[in-house]
């Protein structure tokens, strides 16, 4: 029984059952079933590729509406992801969106640029550790965590085992709000994340191992834009609430991690293609003199997010021009903490999920159902038209061995078939 809650979901009423969605998920988790699309959801990693490549708006972010979250909540904190401030023209100062968050209803706002900061600077500890596997990888997207578990997990111990900046903040929020607000209970104080991603909501929804989320409710970058667009005005200078840096602002797109390492020995990728394509290299033992990697499931990092509203190449190249405003970093760490993490950044497990590509429980009978799909795959006509259904004729053998498709289903070999039949029929009628 799946137990684990999505934030991507299909809306049949709009699905034309075409393969768009098939040919581009990286799990192979959609199938084209009586008309429509099916999500499989032990494979799906919610990345959001489907909702960016749907061209009839049939796959949906699931989030928390903002006009909920508003009104349900006594006290309510904003997390703004650094990719919101890409999604403004002409943005010279972050304040303004800040100054706007707190104009439309919420009461505090926690830049995750600034926990991004200190997740830096943990990094570099973390990465001078003894004991570590190296190269480490990133854990910082959810969507290449729950990729590694499900089809490369074997990789599970390369992961860095440091929290991801959202919580960082999400810890520095409640800690704040209960320092300067003492009156208030644990159920009146939300902790709102502004996110680009689905995949942080279905994070925050299943929490992460034995780590629950500091975050309360997530809403999508998209619904809190046009709520901004009525507030925000840059005639009057805003407060100066912002405590972060350009190495903040630079985790919103790909590579801005990496470079906060201060160590040229990494690697940084997006793209869901591109993770999959370095994450095989990794396993096959091809990638070995590097200490770091850094894998952003969506093209061009954060800003490419399917919550998000901008061009995520316009949103980077609005971020930096940003940058050049800001001072390279505004939070360092003092005493103590230069020196090791604390324990609260930190997590121990990593969720336990089915490997994808596990046909059975039973090592025996496994091969015996690997060899049944190759046998099969090799009678197929192999052109991964989709037309059965499946992305591929690998993937379709697959479902038939499975006992999930009929092995009928495949066209192109039924109309071989026919024309086969009728050739040898006018044949015999011609002797």
């Not at 929490?207 to 005005?233: A, C, H, P, T």
């Not at 990638?287 to 399917?306: K, R, T």
Request: net charge negative; with cysteine; aromatic share 6%.
């Amino acid at each position: 029984m799946n137990t684990y809650e999505h934030s991507v979901s299909l809306d049949i009423s709009h699905c034309t059952g075409c393969t768009t969605c098939l040919k581009h998920c990286p799990t192979e988790a959609i199938r084209i079933r009586n008309g429509h699309a099916e999500i499989n959801p032990n494979r799906c990693i919610d990345c959001g590729v489907c909702i960016r490549n749907c061209p009839n708006k049939a796959k949906k972010a699931t989030y928390s509406k903002l006009d909920r979250v508003l009104k349900q909540y006594k006290w309510k904190v904003a997390l703004p992801a650094p990719t919101l401030y890409g999604q403004f023209e002409g943005l010279e100062d972050v304040d303004y969106v800040l100054q706007g968050l707190l104009d439309i209803g919420f009461d505090d706002v926690v830049e995750v640029a600034q926990a991004a900061e200190l997740v830096s600077a943990y990094t570099r500890i973390y990465l001078k550790t003894e004991g570590i596997v190296k190269p480490v990888i990133s854990s910082a997207c959810p969507v290449v965590l729950r990729l590694i578990s499900l089809r490369y997990p074997t990789l599970k111990e390369h992961i860095m085992q440091l929290l991801p900046p959202m919580e960082i903040a999400a810890q520095l929020a409640r800690q704040k709000t209960r320092r300067e607000h003492p009156e208030l209970k644990e159920e009146d104080i939300c902790i709102c994340f502004i996110s680009p991603c689905p995949a942080k909501v279905s994070y925050v929804r299943n929490g992460f191992g034995d780590y629950k989320s500091q975050v309360d409710e997530v809403v999508s970058i998209s619904d809190v834009y046009f709520s901004l667009l009525n507030v925000m005005r840059r005639e009057k200078a805003p407060l100066p609430i912002s405590h972060s840096g350009m190495i903040g602002i630079s985790w919103a797109t790909s590579g801005g991690e990496s470079s906060a390492i201060f160590n040229d020995k990494y690697l940084a990728a997006d793209g869901i293609e591109n993770v999959n394509r370095v994450l095989d290299q990794l396993e096959n033992g091809n990638i070995s003199s590097l200490e770091f990697i850094e894998l952003n499931a969506c093209p061009g990092g954060c800003v490419g997010g399917a919550m998000a509203v901008e061009n995520p190449f316009v949103a980077k190249a609005r971020l930096q021009t940003l940058r050049r405003y800001l001072p390279v970093s505004q939070n360092f760490l003092e005493g103590e903490n230069r020196d090791y993490i604390p324990g609260g950044y930190l997590f121990e497990k990593l969720p336990t999920y089915r490997p994808i590509q596990r046909l059975s429980d039973n090592f025996g009978e496994s091969l015996r159902m690997m060899s049944d799909i190759q046998k099969l795959r090799a009678e197929l006509p192999g052109i991964d038209c989709g037309a059965c259904g499946a992305p591929n004729c690998r993937a379709f053998a697959e479902d038939v061995i499975r006992g999930n498709a009929d092995r009928e289903g495949c066209v192109v070999q039924q109309q071989r078939k026919l024309e086969e039949q009728l050739s040898q029929r006018q044949n015999g009628e011609e002797i």
